[in-house]
C-alpha cells in the first residue's frame, strides 16, 4: 500500500511538473546551491588549516572553496546557472566519449573498434542533450518526466 502511494506521488509530481517545468528545477537548484556552498565553507576553513602544514595546498583548498561559495550562491538565486553547468558537463561527457570512440576506431584491436562507433554514437547523444538541457525549461520538463516514468514502473512493480 506504501509503494502505491509513493508511486501516485510520483505521478502527481511528475505532472506537475511537466506543466511547470520550472518547479522540478528551482527546488533541485537550491538543494544543490546549498550543499555546494556548505561545501565551499569546509573547504575554506580546511584551507585555513591546512596552509600551515602545506601552503599550496591550504592556498587551493582556499581557492576552491571560493570557487564553491561563487557556485552555491549562483545555484540558490540562479537556477538558470545550474541547468547550463548540467549541460556543459554533459556536453563535455559527451565530446570525452566522441574522442574515446575515436580512439577506439583507429586503434589496431579489432573488438574496440564496434565499442569506438557504439562511444561515438552515445557521445553525439549527450552533446545534443547537453545542449538541450541548457535550457531551464526542458531540464525541468525531464525532470518532470523521470518523475513521472519513476511512478508508473513503480507502480506497475511486483512487490
Known amino acids: 500500500m506504501q509503494k502505491t502511494g509513493t508511486a501516485l506521488v ?10 511547470f517545468p520550472l518547479l522540478g528545477l528551482i527546488p533541485l ?3 544543490t546551491g546549498f550543499l555546494v556552498l556548505i561545501l ?5 576553513i580546511g584551507g585555513i588549516i ?5 601552503a599550496g595546498l591550504g592556498i587551493l583548498e582556499i581557492i576552491l ?12 538565486f540562479n537556477p538558470g546557472l545550474f541547468s547550463w553547468l548540467v549541460g556543459f ?6 565530446l570525452f566519449l566522441i574522442l574515446a570512440g575515436i580512439i577506439g576506431i583507429l586503434s589496431k584491436s579489432g573488438g574496440s573498434r564496434w565499442n569506438g562507433v557504439i562511444a561515438i554514437i552515445i557521445g553525439a ?3 545534443i542533450v547537453g545542449t538541450w538541457i541548457k535550457d531551464p525549461v526542458i531540464l525541468g520538463a525531464l ?14 512493480m511486483k512487490e
Open 125 to 127: 547523444v549527450y552533446v
Open 50 to 54: 591546512q596552509i600551515g602544514e602545506s
Open 65 to 76: 572553496g571560493i570557487i564553491a561559495l561563487i557556485l552555491g550562491i549562483g545555484f540558490i
Open 10 to 19: 510520483l505521478i502527481i509530481l511528475g505532472l506537475v511538473v511537466l506543466a
Open 29 to 31: 537548484s537550491l538543494i
Open 89 to 94: 558537463i554533459v556536453w563535455i561527457v559527451g
Open 143 to 156: 525532470i518532470g518526466l523521470w518523475l513521472l516514468i519513476s511512478g508508473i514502473i513503480m507502480l506497475f
Open 40 to 44: 565551499g565553507i569546509g573547504l575554506l
